[in-house]
């Protein structure tokens, strides 16, 4: 510590074809080589001209590709000599100092020394701090050709820095573009605030005068001229088809909304900070598995209210279904990271800690959940359900289930989008994400528009008599996840230059995973507002 190193030697390597054209290939799809000191990542510091600022590269290029002066043919070049800064932030009561900040600087140089190779005695001339020659440019790059020797060589130098070490993140994940966050808010908060008029006025302009008139309607003649919503009163809580199916993806929605809720709540109160690698994704991980609990109630108490009498078989299909789907992606994507022998494969004691996770503390909690759930009461329907299904009259083009099912997905989407281009980036180009405030921000106004949406679009469904709202409400906010998908291919074609097949499969199948669990969760928000909207105006009005 606090001790600078000039020139030092690591090593000499010779290198045969096959290492020379692997080097070629990694330098060519820009592979960059990444350190930790003290918990801190290396980041390479990049002059932003534009701006008079330093933006920071985590990790620097295994290479480049270049041409010499004067030829037009390309070579690549490997960085061989690395110049590192240590900076630190002293202790003003104690001579103790704490590394605050570790920069790089990669060169390529072909060294040259004196006399015979001697290990890391042998006098470089190319860089020596005897001779004040120090490695400052790549002026003699070092080829990368088979059977050329290169000589790896680096420098240490420390630096007193007045950040602390309390605050030694804060230039990782100095944001240069919170503005773009800000407009994202504000651009979800109109969004919002339309829905929010169009909801205010169906509940207190239409929905008032709706059930005033109902409420006021006397003679039978009058009684026989009446529309709108009130006259599928004896379906609107009729069992929809795949009941099943339906409880399933209701409790799985619970269980991601308790899940997502809790993790930005500890990110938001700064518990998940990136200086704790892996952090997020285990804290993730472990409320998923305790929000189990939430599912199975959440699905059996649906499931009693459609008059099922088998909880142990919707408890079975709460616990397996989704987490048995996203294993078996995982689990194939994992086999062809395998299959590449990359050490980003998740090694198989991992899985089978997932696996036991999932039956040893998972499926436990669904069922606890489930029996709980099953010994409640069941929810009462406040109008009674007639025994012959009223027919549905010819809907209008714009009331095709289809359509509105597409319609009611783009506002949802549209409240997260530009939020959603930091995730994925954060996620693909290994940027830091930390600003879970905004993050919090967005999953409330995503909660509150997919809530609304549904509920205005379901209004409209049964005011033109068609009861089938049960499925429609959930797919409306649900259908989200198709327009996420698609963007998630238009960042794939425009923001990554990835050409291997496998990289390809495997962006797409995670995000297919990512879509699959936003689609689960929006729907079961949008749900569950249409449930207690249903609820809520059908309680106001005497039914006959």
Known sequence: MREPKMCQIVCRASIDDKQAKELKEKIGDEYRVNMILDNLPLVVPIAWQDRDAVVYQGGYHVGVKGQYAGSKEEKVFIHNHLTFLVKYHKDETTELSRIVGFEVKPFSINHQFEGQWNDKNTRLITCDPHASKLVTNSDTPQEVEAGKEIIFTYDVGFEESDVKWASRWDTYLLMTDDQIHWFSIVNSLMIVLFLSGMVAMIMLRTLYRDISRYNQLETEEEAQEETGWKLVHGDVFRPPVNSDLLCVCVGTGVQFFGMLLVTMIFAVLGFLSPSNRGGLMTAMLLTWVLMGLFAGYASSRFYKMFKGSEWKSITLKTAFL????????????????????????????????????WFGISVPLVFVGSYLGFKQPAIEAPVKTNKIPRQVPEQAWYMNPAFTILIGGILPFGA??????????????????????????????????????????????????????????????????????LYAGFYFFTKLQITKLVSGILYFGYMLLASFAFCVLTGTIGFCACFWFTRLIYSSVKID
């Open 322 to 357: 989704f987490p048995g789907i996203a294993f078996g992606i995982f689990f194939i994507l994992n086999a062809l990271i395998w299959g590449e022998k990359s050490s980003g494969a998740v090694p198989f004691t991992t899985m089978f800690a997932l696996v036991l996770l």
């Open 416 to 485: 997260v989008f530009i939020e959603l281009f930091f995730i994925l980036t954060s996620i693909w180009l290994h940027q830091f994400y930390y600003i879970f405030g905004f993050l919090f921000l967005v999953f409330i106004i995503l909660i509150i528009t997919c809530a609304e949406i549904t509920i205005v679009l379901c209004y409209f469904q049964l005011c033109s008599e068609d009861y089938n709202w049960w499925w429609r409400s959930y797919l409306t906010s649900g259908s989200s996840a198709i327009y996420l998908f």
